[in-house]
């Protein structure tokens, strides 16, 4: 590993173009119905040899993170259990200890606003598992890393693609949507945090139908914006 170059790989925003709520598990959570794409802006994630395990978060939106979030800022040994990031670098060596790379530095940039609904601390997660992949000798398949993101968070296996998925279940049964058109938008975030669980709270429905049929292929953009509708975080956080 020593004479590994430093390797990078993007984590992207998330966007939900669409999300349906069709029911309510026992253990909490909720049984989606959804569209997600991913947008060209994201984090950063470099893997490169070290002397010891090393987390380092620096960028624009590194102070929005702390111990109390899916992230931390990696100042505080005690506090880097709890972050994706560092989950997704153990579990890969729990599972392919022999495969594993050594110690190892990772340092994320922090482009995206933390607790944005734009699946931040999932992309970075993800990021881990591709960089890990690809470090590790031999490296595994993709499907074992689908398997392996779905330990760590609902959102981790649409992340590990990065690409326009049709997600089910808990969100962790993804489909990828071949033909997807580019779709330009602006993401306003207004410097609140808004959390998800906070806007499955409001919903004032909990048992609602699946999507509607969908075309083969869209013809440009402008037939996903009726996607973009959520009301319960609008409701929380009213656009100006």
Not at 2 to 22: D, F, G
């Amino acid at each position: 590993m020593e004479s590994v170059k430093p390797i990078t790989e993007p984590a992207p925003a998330k966007l939900n173009l669409a999300l349906h709520v069709l029911g309510q598990r026992p253990d909490g959570y909720h049984d989606l119905d959804g569209m997600v794409a991913f947008a060209e802006i994201g984090d950063e994630l470099t893997l490169s040899a070290a002397r010891n395990d090393t987390f380092v978060v620096r960028g624009e939106f590194a102070s929005g993170l702390d111990q109390n979030s899916e992230h931390d800022t990696g100042k505080s040994p005690g506090d880097d259990a709890d972050n994706l990031v560092i989950k997704a670098r153990d579990a890969f060596r729990a599972t392919y200890p022999k495969a594993a790379p050594p110690c190892i530095l990772l340092e994320l940039t922090k482009n995206l606003p933390v607790a944005a609904g734009i699946g931040g601390g999932s992309a970075d997660a993800a990021a881990c598992l591709r960089l890990m992949g690809r470090a590790a000798i031999p490296a595994p398949g993709n499907g074992q890393l689908v398997a392996l993101a779905s330990r760590l968070g609902a959102d981790v296996p649409m992340c590990l693609s990065s690409r326009p998925a049709r997600i089910s279940g808990i969100g962790a049964r993804v489909q990828l949507l071949a033909g997807f058109p580019a779709l330009y938008a602006v993401l306003i975030n207004p410097g609140a945090k808004l959390l998800s669980k906070q806007v499955f709270a409001c919903l004032t429905k909990r048992t609602n139908p699946p999507l509607p049929e969908r075309p083969a292929r869209f013809a440009n953009g402008g037939e996903l914006v009726g996607w973009l509708k959520e009301p319960p975080a609008t409701t929380l956080r009213p656009l100006p």
